[in-house]
Each structure stands twice: as structure tokens, then as C-alpha cells.
């Protein structure tokens, strides 16, 4: 019987399922919530999306239609529409389209118009850039604000007018808020007192740098010279440096700049005095050198290390000697971190305590005197005796404006705390865009995009006074020295105020700017996608994440692609997942889908799907389940590999060669986004986030719980109102139910948390974490400080555990003890408990388990996996070719059921436990004697176990290593069997050829191959270097005898890379996009075979070929600065079909 013709249906199924695949029954459709044929063919709601870049005003209609076809082609079924202004390293050869005029509101209502076609929905970014919001239309008055002062030394005993030197302005803006005085001592140091000259270059004074305040910083670069020159001889022994740089991309941490200091008499001739390294911003470093006496000092920045910005402001710079104080000198540690005004540089910043012991303004001593300011400045104030500080406060604009913006949308960020200033940014913007979509609002226009906050930091607003004292119950006047680096009252007072502030920032941008911005989207029909905060790093405001999260439509996070030095992928395994505020949404808010922008990366294209599957992998355990792809980049033009997003990547668009075959490996993620967007995340442990704004997770404890707990954050709304006691256990409503509360690793606590701690322990909840020792508001201080030490002594005791009412606090014991005592088993573990093999995550549906588990190790992995779930089914549900199989062997232990899996490296599976009873299983396999499942711990991790599928009844067998296998069933019964090794299968009379297309306008030869290899090994530089499409087509024989038995054949590809297109004899079977892609060809082979491979490359080879040939990019067209990311030194990468192609039999027994 010749099988030359596609086998029968029922055959088909026989083979494919002695391979782990299992051809579903739509009679099996939903079950628990999963559909089988929505996992098969994933439904428009789990699709992947994409951002979508229109670049510098380079667009056109051709483009727009192509790039949104190409998106519906390879299953892209939504786009976010962000315009950016110029930052490519080229021009385009079309004409520039300038932003929000009409004609650029046409090619908008073009790409509507085209998406509604296709059935591609569409959002808006909220600006012209990445982030925030805001615009030219936003004025000075309406744009983000900050707290700025000056001081004056007012003697006292006489009525007195002074000009109170107006604080720092920016933008021609600025207001006063308040005028303030209390007395002081001489405190002036020696360099005050000398009143020096300070130049830049010799041509710009700088008094600015020696006035007490570093708000009024000197920018400097490298290369320029600072001179001081002093009145008489001076002697000194250290410069005191303040480099204040409120915001920037770098490590601030380890900013380097390398000063040279000399010194003079005569201001002619200098003698040098010391090389300075000065290292870290916004705090004052002393710099010691040998003691020296000068009239004339020089100071030239000779070195940096700066990566983002060329800039390098100096706050303060003075010449002290000894233990002599500079003249700004806060005595609260991490003073500008906890006054919210700059990127915070430790996360223990909050924690940190009091730098020296302080010399403290008496509350009561601080004087009003605002109503003496006149219009011009003048304080006309007839001051008691003695010496007084007299500060004179308001606020301006920050300055900050859109980033990247075109020269159209550029404007300044609008303030975050003021309704009014979001309402007109809004209608100035999206608003206009709403209008001229017309009929397409709330269908294919369906939402406005807000990208991550990159706005810097707002500390003031119009109304901040009153919103302070409104929230906090106090006034904030005789709090304002506080702000301008002084202690009122005592450290703990002042550092109490500075939470106080901060936590004022927080309710008015949380209701301000994120609530209001989506009631505005709403009230337009349209939903709120955004990056709103993370928190756990310094670049964000002091808010409260989830709160922020809790309003967006669609939370969103981000993850970028890492690279090693070669700037090739390098994941690298993490012992949990990540933790992130808006994966928390999930569970905190009822969050269904977590978004995330994925992938980021530079525009070096050398990434394949391959290298960035861990990256996205590793983001679903998280908690990410819906992936929006960064980026699809518009493409007004054909030339390739085309228009980049400036120095960002990745490279997901119709020019890059390989996209046009990447269709499976969307698909593989539009399966996965299907079951995890099901039911919600499980976990054991909440954590409270904490009182303390901002909030970072080294201030929990969740790097100490045990592999396989899991985790999820609640944040004070949450803890107030939502979490509730039962039996014991805590609840958010669900059903779901929580072992523990963890409190931060913090020993700061506001008195109505505790209040609420002690609720939830009285109705029987189990609480975990240190002792509170210090409140953190002034009023809870000055009025609550007795009633605080009381309750806590109730409730925290000595160290271990604290019965009180129906629960306790337990605390000084391990996080591992604890739960232990709890009986609280991990979620999932294996038989080797090496963290960094096996990261997942368990979701919840209804009584159906969810697990995703995740290899991360580049390598093949046989285990066995400890699910703490019994009394159900397990089923596999492979995401990479949608079907679902009903594993065979497994045992079950008391409480966990164990289960062996083989992985692939980088490989994930779906493993559903479904709430029908296990008939009947294999939970027991010995190979000659030996019992090789279950093994535990593991004894041979290189053990594959065999797969067993039933067929009318009957057990069938496959194993990959021979032998005599005896299968004990779970109601005693034994089936031996002697198994067969897989047979490698020669492919006759093999030949082949490659024809090439490549991504430029050069001409390669076709090629006759006997045997295949990577291009790469090629000695043509055509071919060595190749970028584009290589079409393989290959010729080969199969002995007859092997396709006459009903045997299952796979064929495996090798390494192909990037992507490709497999046809067999005329027919696609495939579009693999990983190596060692295994395709199942049971009855699509003949005696005589035609298969024909394109495989499409990554561009990186050409790109580097180009600079070791010609010394720049000759070859191919972007508009990336690739020339400054990769070099001709770096490797090339493996491309092509070099695999080796085999062919296996597998024979069912």
C-alpha cells in the first residue's frame, strides 16, 4: 500500500498523538471557561497588539495601508498610534507631514479608515512623543510647577525695607506663595564670609554656585574652568560639591567627574593642588586635599562619565576648611529624595537616619510675614531684635516639555495636580482627534494610550497650599523652611511633614491627573491604556502605584530584551518572577488583562523571535497576559530594513525580513494571552505595600518567601476597605483566600493602619513583620504617640508570636518557619529545586487550575513537577501548535500531584487541571528494574519518560532511549513492554539549492548545496554577510518500506534563523521561527519529496559586513544609528537553514 497520498483522518490522529499531540474533538469544546477551538484559533481579544510610530512626519497613504495589512497578515489585531518627532539619523525621500494640521489629520482618519476595513482597532498616545501630557497649547502657568526659595539675612530692631531676591524662574514664570522668618545665628562659614567672585570660562559670573541654594545650579560641561577669586589670601582643605541633577537616565549613583584643582597668587600662575574624583548628585561631597593658601583658585571639570546628557549642573561649590559646615547643609538625610524633588538614587532613602544632630527651629519661632511683601519684592517687615533668616517662597514652572516631540507638538508637560491644566491638554489634543474620527469613536477608535512617566517631578500647584491643609489637617507655612533644607521642630517632626508632602503629591496627581484623564476618555466613549506608574525605582513621583493603576482600562508595564556586550540576546534566569504594581492590578482591581509594552530593545537588528521568546515568557509569569509589541514602526517607503524609532528596537514591521514569517510565533503568544486572561492569579501571601511613598519592593519581603509562594501587593485603600477576615484566612471578596498579610520590612506605620492591623488580627487574620516604632504624620505624632506604643505592645509583644483575639502577629521569626507553621505547601516545585530552571505562574478558573511553566535555561530539561492540586485531571495544552493532550503518566501524593516534563530549552507549557476525576493512570515506570518516575530527588536528570496514549482501549508507547519498560497503573496493574528506540531515517539522493534575495540591490548567484550550513560559513561576502530571504529548495528520497508502516514520522529543520516559510511537495506546513522545529509529516511524504525552505535572516550580518568591508552601511537602508551600536569586531550570528535536516521514525508499541 503506497502512502503517497494524505493518510485518513482517524490515522492521522493515531500518529500525531504517539508525537504528544492530540487532534481535539470539538465535541470537547468549552470546558471550565477554555474553549479548545478558541485555543486552537485564538479569538480578536487575545491577539497580540502593537505600538505603532509614525516617525518626523514621514508618512504616507501607500504606507499606512501596507504596514496595517501587513499587521492583519501576521495576526497583529490592534495598534497604538504614537507620533514622534525627529530623531532618526536620516532623511526620508517624502514629504514631511508637520503634526496635528490637516493634513496630518487626514492621514489619521486614512489609517481609520483602513483599520476599520481590516478590522484593526486603534488607540492614541496622549502627546506628540513618548510621554506625558501636555503640549505648545499648555502654558507656563498651566505646566508642571515646582517649590523654589530664596534666603536673606535680615538684622532686626528697626523697620526695615529689603529687596528679597526673587527665586528661581523658568519658563518667565513664577509666584510667590509665602514669606517667612525665624532668628538664626552666625552661621556663615569662611568662604560665605569671604565673599569670593566665581567665573565660568573667564566670561560668565556664577555667584550662583556659593548662594546656599542649589535649586539655582550652574550647568557645567567637561572642559570648563572655574575660577575663584577671593578677596584676600584664603586656606582651605576641601571642596564641597552639590551637583544638582533633579532627573537623568544614568546610574546617578555612580556619575563620575573628575575635577583638577590649582592654586595662585596672582591669578596668573597656577600650581596644581590635587586631582578630585567626584562621584554621585544631589548631596553634598566633600573632596579633601593638602592644605593650601591662595588668593586664586581654579577648578576644571576634566573628565566625565556621562551617558544621557552632556550637562553637569552645580548646585553649590565651596572651599572649606576642617569640619567647617557648607552653606547648604540638610540635616535630614536624602533631603531632596523624601522632598520628592529628584530621581531617587537609594531605596532605602526613607528609611535613612539623621545625617548629624540638628540644630532645630522652634515651630512657634517661625514668623508669617507674607503680608509684607510687596508686588516688587520688597519686605517691608519691622523685625524684632536679633539676627532673623528670612525665606521667600513660590513656585515655577519646571520647564520639563514633551519628549520627542516634532517641532509642532513640542510644549510643555501640563501640570499633574490641576484639573484644569489635563482638561485643556486634552481638548487641545485627543480631543481634536475625537472630532475628526467621527462615526469610528468607540469602535475602531478605541482607546487613548498614556506611555510611561518620563515627565520628571512636580512639587507644587496653584492650589497646594490648600489641598495640603485640607488633607493633612495643618498649615503648611510654618512647615516651609522644611522644604528649603531645615529641621523645625525636631528631625522626627520635620521628617513626618516631608511624608506629609509627600503624600499631598500623591492624592492630587493620583485624582488630578490619572482619575481625571480617564474620566475624560470615558465621557468621549473611549478606554485609558497606560504605563501609569511602577514605583519600585527613582524616576517616578512619590505615588501610589496601584491606586494610579486602578484607573487605567488596561494596565500596562514594560520589558525590554537585554543584550550581552555583543549586543546579542542575553536573558538571564531570575529565581521569581518580576514584580510589578500593575501586574498586582490584576487581583487588586479585578484587572482581567495586564498589558505590557514588550520587548524594547536597540535598533541593532539582530534579534529573531527565538532570542526574544524568554524575554516574553518570562513576562506571562509575571502576570502580563496581554503583550503590545514595541515596535511597528510606520513605513512610509519600501526600502529595507527601513524606518526605526530613532536608536530603538525591536524590529516588528513589513521591511524587516524576517516579520513576514512570523506569524506562528504570534499566534504561540495570542494562545498563551487566551488562557491567561482567564480567571485570575493565585497566590498564598499578601504583602501591604506600605504607608511610605514612594514604594519599592526591597521593602518586603519578597525575596525571602520560599520557591513556589507566590505573592500579590495590597495598598492602603485595599487594606482599609476591601480585605476581609474569614475562617482565619484573608479575602479581597473573592474566593479566593490568603495565608498571611506581610507588613514592609519598615518600622514606620501611620496610626490608622495600625488601627486597621489590629481589626483584622482581633477577627482572626495572621499578620507577619517587624515592630512599628515611630508614627509618620505630624498631627499622629504630637496627638497619637501614647496611643501607638500602647497598641503595638498589644499586638507585637516580645519577639516571635502575639496572640490577639482571634489572630496574631508573628515577627523575628523566618518568612519559611512561618509559613511552615502555617501549613501553608508551595504552589509548585520539582524534583530539583534549582530556582533558575522553572519560573511560572497559577491561575484561577473557577474550579479549573492554570498552569504556565516556563524553562529558563537554554537547554533541555526532564522533570518531574509538584502541583499542589489533587483530585483532578491534568491536561497539556501546547501553545505552539494548539493542541491539547491528556498526559497518561503522573502520580499523585497527598496534596500534590507529581507530573514529568520534558522541556526544550526556552520551552513553555500550559498544564490545565480540569475538575473531572483521573480514571485510570500510569503513576509508576521502571526501565530494566529501575524505577526512573517518580524520582525523587532526581537521580539522572537526563531521564526522558515515555509518552503514553490510549487508542480504543489500548496503551500505545513511544520512548526516545530503547529498552524493556514495565508501567504500573494506579489501580495496581502492570504492562511491560520491550519499546524501540526512534529510527533516524537517511533522506536519499539529497539535493539542494538556495536562491537569494536580499534586502539591498546587490545580485547573488544561486548556490548548489550537498549538505547544509550557516551562510556564515560561507567565504563569499555576499553570502557570508547575507541579509533578505534564502529560498532552499531541496530534493530527497524516502525508502518505501518507511512510509508503508503506520509509524509516525517527524522531520526536524536544525537551526534556521531568523524565520521561514516549509513547504512540503507544494504544500505549507509550517512557519518556524525556533530551532529544532519538529514537524509531524505522517502521509505528506512520497518516495520522491520536494521541500522548499525560505528562510528570511536578520539584518545584523549585512550591517557588520558592511563596516568590515566598506567602513560604513552601504548595503541596506535605516534609519537607526546602527553604526554606533554594532561595530566589526562583534560576531556574526548563525543565519540561514545550516541544520542538519533529519528525519525519525517513532514506533507506536
Known amino acids: 500500500m503506497r502512502f503517497d497520498k494524505p493518510l485518513p483522518r482517524i490515522v492521522r490522529i493515531i500518529l500525531l498523538a504517539s508525537l504528544l499531540v492530540f487532534i481535539f474533538n470539538p465535541a470537547l469544546n468549552a470546558q471550565n471557561g477554555l474553549s479548545k477551538t478558541d485555543f486552537r484559533t485564538p479569538p480578536q481579544s487575545s491577539k497580540v497588539h502593537t505600538w505603532w510610530h509614525w516617525m518626523a512626519g514621514y508618512i504616507t497613504k501607500e504606507g499606512i495601508t501596507k504596514d496595517l495589512e501587513s499587521m492583519k497578515r501576521q495576526g497583529i489585531v490592534q495598534a497604538s498610534l504614537i507620533n514622534v518627532g525627529d530623531i532618526l539619523n536620516k532623511k526620508v525621500d517624502v514629504p514631511q507631514v508637520k503634526f496635528n494640521s490637516p493634513e496630518w489629520i487626514a492621514m489619521f482618519q486614512w489609517a481609520l479608515k483602513e483599520a476599520n476595513r481590516l478590522g484593526i482597532t486603534i488607540g492614541i498616545q496622549t502627546i506628540d512623543g513618548y510621554a506625558t501630557s501636555g503640549g505648545p497649547w499648555i502654558t507656563p502657568d498651566l505646566s508642571m510647577?515646582?517649590?523654589?526659595?530664596?534666603?536673606?539675612?535680615?538684622?532686626?530692631?528697626?523697620?526695615?525695607?529689603?529687596?528679597?531676591?526673587?527665586?528661581?524662574?523658568?519658563?518667565?514664570?513664577?509666584?510667590?506663595?509665602?514669606?517667612?522668618?525665624?532668628?538664626?545665628a552666625d552661621t556663615d562659614n569662611s568662604f560665605q564670609k569671604a565673599w569670593p567672585t566665581l567665573m565660568v570660562n573667564a566670561r560668565t559670573e556664577a555667584a550662583e554656585l556659593a548662594d546656599g541654594n542649589p535649586k539655582t545650579a550652574v550647568k557645567t560641561r567637561k572642559g570648563d574652568v572655574i575660577d575663584i577669586k577671593l578677596p584676600a589670601e584664603f586656606t582651605a582643605n576641601k571642596l564641597v560639591v552639590m551637583p544638582y541633577l533633579p532627573f537623568c537616565w544614568d546610574d546617578m549613583g555612580k556619575i563620575e567627574v573628575q575635577f583638577i584643582l590649582s592654586g595662585s597668587m596672582d591669578g596668573k600662575t597656577y600650581t596644581n593642588i590635587a586631582n578630585l574624583s567626584c562621584v554621585g548628585v544631589n548631596k553634598s561631597i566633600t573632596l579633601p586635599f593638602p592644605t593650601t593658601r591662595a588668593k586664586f583658585f581654579r577648578l576644571q571639570l576634566a573628565k566625565t562619565n556621562f551617558l544621557y546628557f552632556s550637562e553637569y549642573p552645580i548646585g553649590e561649590l565651596e572651599l572649606l576648611t576642617d569640619e567647617e559646615p557648607p552653606a547648604f547643609n540638610p540635616q535630614l538625610t536624602s533631603f531632596f529624595e523624601k522632598a520628592a524633588s529628584v530621581f531617587d538614587v537609594s531605596q532605602n532613602a526613607l528609611d535613612a537616619n539623621v545625617k548629624l544632630p540638628a540644630t532645630a527651629i522652634s515651630e512657634n519661632a517661625i514668623v508669617d510675614v507674607t503680608r509684607f511683601l510687596s508686588a516688587d519684592g520688597t519686605l517691608n517687615w519691622n523685625a524684632p531684635n536679633g539676627r532673623w533668616q528670612v525665606i521667600r517662597f513660590g513656585y515655577t514652572s519646571t520647564g520639563v516639555k514633551t519628549d520627542p516631540s516634532s517641532p509642532e507638538g513640542l510644549g510643555l508637560e501640563a501640570d499633574k495636580m490641576d484639573t484644569t491644566a489635563l482638561s485643556v491638554h486634552f481638548n487641545s489634543y485627543a480631543k481634536k482627534l475625537i472630532q475628526a474620527a467621527g462615526s469610528y469613536v468607540g469602535n475602531t477608535l478605541k482607546f487613548v494610550l498614556m506611555d510611561s512617566w518620563e515627565a520628571h517631578f512636580q512639587t507644587w500647584s496653584k492650589t497646594f497650599p490648600d489641598e495640603f491643609k485640607a488633607r493633612r489637617g495643618y498649615s503648611i507655612v510654618p512647615w516651609l523652611p522644611v522644604l528649603c533644607g531645615e529641621v523645625v521642630g525636631n528631625q522626627q517632626l520635620s521628617e513626618a511633614f516631608l511624608h506629609d508632602f509627600r503624600k499631598t503629591i500623591a492624592d492630587l496627581i493620583d485624582q488630578n491627573h490619572y482619575k481625571h484623564f480617564r474620566e475624560l476618555c470615558h465621557q468621549n466613549r473611549l478606554e485609558l491604556h497606560g504605563e501609569?506608574?511602577?514605583?519600585?525605582?527613582?524616576?517616578?513621583?512619590?505615588?501610589?502605584?496601584?491606586?494610579?493603576?486602578?484607573?487605567?482600562?488596561?494596565?500596562?508595564t514594560e520589558f525590554w530584551a537585554e543584550n550581552n556586550k555583543d549586543n546579542l540576546g542575553d536573558y538571564k534566569p531570575a529565581n521569581r518572577p518580576t514584580p510589578g504594581f500593575p501586574m498586582y492590578s490584576a487581583l487588586a482591581h479585578g484587572k482581567q488583562v495586564i498589558g505590557s509594552e514588550a520587548y524594547t530593545n536597540f535598533a541593532h537588528y539582530s534579534e529573531a523571535p527565538f532570542d526574544l521568546k524568554p524575554f516574553g515568557d518570562a513576562a506571562y509569569c509575571s502576570g502580563v497576559n496581554q503583550l503590545i509589541m514595541h515596535s511597528f514602526v510606520h513605513q512610509p517607503v519600501d526600502k529595507k530594513p527601513g524606518m526605526t524609532l530613532g536608536k530603538f528596537g525591536a524590529h516588528f514591521n513589513r521591511n524587516n525580513p524576517w516579520w513576514v514569517y512570523n506569524q506562528d510565533w504570534l499566534t504561540y503568544q495570542a494562545r498563551v494571552q487566551y488562557v491567561l486572561q482567564q480567571g485570575e492569579p493565585l497566590v498564598d501571601v499578601l504583602f501591604y505595600a506600605g504607608d511610605q511613598l514612594p514604594q519599592f519592593f526591597s521593602k518586603s519581603f519578597l525575596s525571602d518567601l520560599?520557591?513556589?509562594?507566590?505573592?500579590?501587593?495590597?495598598?492602603?485603600?485595599?487594606?482599609?476597605?476591601?480585605?476581609?477576615?474569614?475562617?482565619?484566612?484573608?479575602?479581597?471578596?473573592?474566593?479566593?483566600?490568603?495565608?498571611?498579610?506581610?507588613?514592609?520590612?519598615?518600622?514606620?506605620?501611620?496610626?490608622?493602619?495600625?488601627?486597621?492591623?489590629?481589626?483584622?488580627?482581633?477577627?482572626?487574620?495572621?499578620?507577619?513583620?517587624?515592630?512599628?516604632?515611630?508614627?509618620?504624620?505630624?498631627?499622629?505624632?504630637?496627638?497619637?504617640?501614647?496611643?501607638?506604643?500602647?497598641?503595638?505592645?498589644?499586638?507585637?509583644?516580645?519577639?516571635?508570636?502575639?496572640?490577639?483575639?482571634?489572630?496574631?502577629?508573628?515577627?523575628?521569626?523566618?518568612?519559611?518557619?512561618?509559613?511552615?507553621?502555617?501549613?501553608?505547601?508551595?504552589?509548585?516545585?520539582?524534583?530539583?529545586?534549582?530556582?533558575?530552571?522553572?519560573?511560572?505562574?497559577?491561575?484561577?478558573?473557577?474550579?479549573?487550575?492554570?498552569?504556565?511553566?516556563?524553562?529558563?535555561?537554554?537547554?533541555?530539561?526532564?522533570?518531574?513537577?509538584?502541583?499542589?492540586?489533587?483530585?483532578k485531571t491534568p491536561e497539556l495544552w501546547n501553545a505552539e501548535n494548539g493542541t491539547v493532550t491528556k498526559p497518561l503518566i503522573y502520580s499523585v501524593e497527598k496534596k500534590q500531584t507529581r507530573l514529568p516534563i520534558s522541556l526544550k530549552p526556552y520551552e513553555s507549557k500550559l498544564i490545565v487541571f480540569t475538575n473531572k476525576k483521573p480514571g485510570q493512570f500510569i503513576h509508576q515506570v521502571s526501565r530494566a528494574g529501575r524505577v526512573i518516575f517518580p524520582q525523587?530527588?532526581?537521580?539522572?536528570?537526563?531521564?526522558?519518560?515515555?509518552?503514553?496514549?490510549?487508542?480504543?482501549?489500548?496503551?500505545?508507547?513511544?520512548?526516545?532511549?530503547?529498552?524493556?519498560?514495565?508501567?504500573?497503573?494506579?489501580?495496581?496493574?502492570?504492562?511491560?513492554?520491550?519499546?524501540?528506540?526512534?529510527?533516524?531515517?537517511?533522506?536519499?539522493?539529497?539535493?539542494?539549492?538556495?536562491?537569494?534575495?536580499?534586502?539591498?540591490d546587490e545580485i547573488i548567484k544561486p548556490l548548489e548545496l550537498t549538505s547544509l550550513k550557516s551562510l556564515t560559513e560561507f567565504d563569499d561576502p555576499a553570502i557570508k554577510y547575507f541579509a533578505g530571504k534564502a529560498a532552499y529548495s531541496i530534493t530527497f528520497t524516502v525508502p518505501e518500506n518507511v512510509l508503508s508502516t503506520w509509524d509516525s514520522l517527524v522531520l526536524n529543520l536544525g537551526n534556521v534563523s531568523a524565520t521561514a516559510e516549509v513547504r512540503l511537495n507544494g504544500k505549507v506546513i509550517a512557519y518556524a521561527w525556533q530551532p529544532n522545529t519538529n514537524l509531524v509529516v505522517s502521509g505528506l511524504l512520497r518516495t520522491t519529496n520536494k521541500l522548499d525552505i525560505t528562510v528570511a535572516t536578520v539584518c545584523r550580518n549585512r550591517i557588520i559586513g558592511d563596516l568590515i568591508q566598506y567602513g560604513q552601511i552601504k548595503s541596506l537602508w535605516t534609519t537607526s544609528p546602527v553604526e554606533t551600536i554594532l561595530n566589526k569586531n562583534m560576531p556574526l550570528k548563525p543565519s540561514g537553514l545550516a541544520g542538519p535536516l533529519t528525519l525519525t521514525r517513532f514506533a507506536r508499541l
Open 145 to 184: 510647577k515646582e517649590y523654589v526659595w530664596s534666603k536673606t539675612v535680615l538684622e532686626g530692631g528697626k523697620n526695615t525695607a529689603v529687596k528679597l531676591p526673587q527665586p528661581l524662574q523658568q519658563e518667565n514664570f513664577y509666584r510667590d506663595v509665602a514669606v517667612v522668618a525665624y532668628p538664626m
Open 532 to 556: 501609569a506608574i511602577y514605583s519600585n525605582w527613582g524616576a517616578y513621583p512619590p505615588l501610589d502605584p496601584l491606586k494610579a493603576n486602578q484607573y487605567m482600562d488596561l494596565p500596562m
Open 706 to 871: 520560599p520557591i513556589g509562594i507566590q505573592a500579590n501587593a495590597c495598598n492602603r485603600d485595599m487594606l482599609m476597605t476591601k480585605i476581609q477576615v474569614t475562617d482565619g484566612q484573608l479575602s479581597l471578596g473573592g474566593t479566593q483566600r490568603f495565608a498571611v498579610l506581610m507588613l514592609p520590612n519598615s518600622t514606620k506605620m501611620e496610626l490608622a493602619t495600625l488601627k486597621r492591623i489590629a481589626q483584622l488580627v482581633n477577627e482572626g487574620a495572621v499578620v507577619y513583620g517587624p515592630k512599628p516604632l515611630d508614627l509618620l504624620s505630624v498631627p499622629e505624632i504630637k496627638q497619637d504617640s501614647a496611643e501607638f506604643v500602647n497598641l503595638v505592645q498589644k499586638l507585637w509583644g516580645q519577639p516571635g508570636q502575639m496572640t490577639s483575639g482571634k489572630g496574631r502577629v508573628i515577627w523575628g521569626k523566618p518568612i519559611q518557619e512561618m509559613l511552615a507553621n502555617l501549613s501553608v505547601l508551595p504552589d509548585l516545585t520539582t524534583n530539583r529545586n534549582d530556582p533558575k530552571e522553572i519560573m511560572y505562574i497559577h491561575r484561577k478558573l473557577g474550579d479549573t487550575d492554570v498552569y504556565y511553566v516556563f524553562n529558563q535555561q537554554d537547554k533541555a530539561l526532564h522533570r518531574e513537577l509538584l502541583f499542589r492540586v489533587t483530585g
Open 936 to 1000: 525523587q530527588p532526581v537521580q539522572d536528570s537526563t531521564v526522558s519518560i515515555p509518552h503514553a496514549s490510549v487508542h480504543r482501549g489500548k496503551y500505545s508507547f513511544v520512548a526516545s532511549t530503547a529498552g524493556e519498560y514495565t508501567f504500573t497503573q494506579n489501580n495496581g496493574t502492570r504492562i511491560t513492554k520491550q519499546i524501540a528506540a526512534p529510527t533516524r531515517i537517511a533522506l536519499g539522493d539529497f539535493r539542494a539549492s538556495v536562491a537569494f534575495a536580499p534586502v539591498g
